[in-house]
DNA sequence: CTGAAAGCGCTTACAG
DNA sequence: CTGAAAGCGCTTACAG
């Protein structure tokens, strides 16, 4: 016993009289040692109080222990359930989670990234598909088993957990302009860097110019995905001279703080402006009136997205991209008009 | 470069034209490298993408490199912030978080712990103050440093970044009184194994006491921190003949359960029935009505518990217990009769 | 079923 | 300011 009083695989060794050799055998593959030499071991660890170095174990073999996930914030329940989802598969397969955030900023994406992989992280999680040259150059070369969450992407090389922000918004609009909604606009997430927010300005866009000669997209607005800031935006649309009859709003969390300000404002939703989301968060139901939104499946694609990783990881073959469908949920404060 | 491809500090140093030594030097005291050093191998280690291996560093050398923090659940907003702003605490000072969930189970919270270790946190977040003896026993026998947050006692051994429930709750009710309200009902987070939930129940308690002449407990209901259970209590509670007055809610996510279990069932807050929640949530101050509520300083808690944790890894002896104080948000759903 | 020995990638006195 | 070398605790072919 060296220095520090901890107990070694040597002193086990020593006190079972059998190799080190052995006695890992018997930490890794019991049935590979026989019988009566395991109680000596196993007696041998009691006594010790024995616990593996990590650090040993991680120099002597490759086994991944840990996966990391740089998610753009912790902040709002937006990827509260899909994470929570996510570590409990990984939970149940005995490796920890790495977690950190970075802000929605790409440097601070790539030094996590490397701040990871230095802590032990044998694979990634990393939100949305959209990341400069530097940073795909990097995973490349480290050559990393890592999956895209909210995203997908089609034909594309990678591996994806995830969803099409532009299909969803698209669908969404088309109801709204069914419901006869002409003169739309849009609260979105901030764009560059992000591929979710962007591919939701797309979708909605995409809509809008399948029907040009009726319906036009009033205004377009990006902002950070905060209450406040989406009653900012809201502010600035409600004072156009040529005001939208709806707003649909980059995520839940923005069309919150629309309907919230609407309401401080004394505008009435949905019969003086129709306002939708994206997400389904539990705010969506609770607010009044309830939002129509995007329902997307987090918890399922959090799983999901533990097992690719994790197939990715003991190079599986059966690894493969999963692409979830999300659900337009209609309640109040869409209504039909004209 | 050796069978993985994955470069090794050898690769930089043989790269760069110094030996390991001194690229070790580097990356952990930059000012003991000169200065045309540093640049080369900074180069060196860009071109060939290094990222240092942690089992080697942790083997060679003792220091904390990570921390665990084991939070109940990650779904809903509840622990977010708290969350975010003690990784981006870490991250600032190069420390990985490890994170996982215990689902509200003791049992499973020992096992998360454990398995953190195993994983190399060099010191852990704990949420609450009540745990088995088993666990408290193995937390003392590994003489491991951690912060037990979201919780306060006083006079007691271990250290904490956390605010007093017990007190909160019973500032809350003691304004609920002064409103005049008499028939007081509680739908309250499930209190065994969990002594926020617990602590917020004695408070109400505790200020009802002091008015034992005129104002009572009408009832108290236990439940799940959700909506929907939420909504199902308050429905429990408005069937009952002798109706509350008042519900004050264990957390705002019960309270928004019970204010659009309202509204489907026709029943007006705060005309007919007021409500309470706790933890001021964004949701809170969306819902209709806008929600009375605690406010509790997440960001800031979870900030100084990393500051708490980092010295007592480094044995700094000024490390020392911080209370947060919480405030009263008075806004729509509560209001004065009588 | 077991052991001797090489090696994993890093840090750190020790010398210079 | 820099390098040679020992050593951290484990795993794993390779022999037997």
Redesign the interface.
Known sequence: MKK?GIPTLEDVALSSNVSTATVSRYLNNPEKVAKSTRSQIQKAIQKLGY??????????S?KV??VGAIIP?????MF??G??AF??EL?RN?I??????SGYDPKQELQ?M???????AGGLLLIGNERPKKTL??LN???LPYVVTWAYKDGVEGFYAGFNNRQAAFDLAKIVIEYGHTKIAMIAGISENNDRAGGRIEGVKDAIAEHSDSVRLVDLIETKYR?ETGGNAFDALMSRVDKPSVIMCGND?LA??V??RA?QRGIRVPEDVSVTGFDDL??A????PSLTTVRVPHFAMGRAAAKLLLKLIRKDDTAKSIEFSTEIILRDSLRRIG
């Open positions: 520090r616990t593996p170095n990590l650090g040993g174990r991680m120099l002597a490759n222990r840990m914030t912790m902040a709002n329940a509260s359930n994470i929570q570590q409990e939970s005995d920890t989670l790495l977690i950190s955030s996590q490397q701040s990871l992989l230095a802590s032990g150059k990097f070369q480290r050559n209450m969390v919150a703080g309907i919230m309401r539990n705010i139901s609770a607010l009044t």
